[in-house]
């Protein structure tokens, strides 16, 4: 909100938008008339569970394809049937953005010790996502993305320090072989090398650092870049 308040005004006023906003549907189906209510909301960010969820498409499965329901106290008030009733919420996304932030929901609240905890646990996640099964449309072409950064989290529930892994996927970047590194560069320089962005500090780093170290530990993922791939002629 603060970089559009930012923008406003300037010839990059829509840029946040066009790059990083789209459109979810909440649904709500009462289970006795079957009637559907819906609202629609924009969104620049999703989230995905991770406790108790190996990948990310599960995490996202957990989200956006279970239905949440309202019973008992929590029932839902019916317009048609005009009463409280059981009733099914589900969330769907309408429209995906150009480029696709995924917030890791690494934190957690322990009701029994009454403190918020991190949760360390190895959470996997994919170069390549394909978010039809969370849109509306699931017979439509989605979108498939690849995956670009890499925000990691470096410390405990209650303090900790931000760094980022990003890909060049423009090739710009100065890049020499990181400490650890193969050697073979051929191939995976035209796939694009990733950089440590911390604070002042910017280096080469390795797919593996950039990738699969952070998927656990205290050093882990938080938030997840991905840039949608070009649409295919048809």
Known sequence: DALERSLVRTSAEKMVGDLFRGKQVDKVECLECHTVSESVGSYTC????????RDLQEGLRGVYLQKE????DNAYA??????????????????VPRVLLVALQRFDFDTTTL????????FQ????LQMRPFMEDERGPG????LAGVIVHQGSAHEGHYHAYLKDVLGEGFWTEPPG???????????????DFDDSSIRPVTAWEALDKPMEGKASAYMLVYRA??????
């Open 115 to 122: 403190t918020r905890t991190k949760i360390t646990s190895r």
């Open 46 to 53: 999703v989230f995905s569970h991770v406790k108790g969820f």
């Open 143 to 146: 979108q498939e993305y690849d």
């Open 78 to 95: 019916c317009a048609t049937c005009k009463k409280k009733t059981k009733a099914d919420l589900s969330h769907k996304l309408r429209e």
């Open 229 to 234: 791939k070009p649409s295919l002629p048809t």
């Open 125 to 128: 996640y994919p170069a390549s």
């Open 181 to 195: 590194s193969s050697g073979s560069s051929s191939s995976s320089r035209e796939e694009g090398q990733w950089f």
């Open 69 to 72: 329901r309202f019973e008992g």
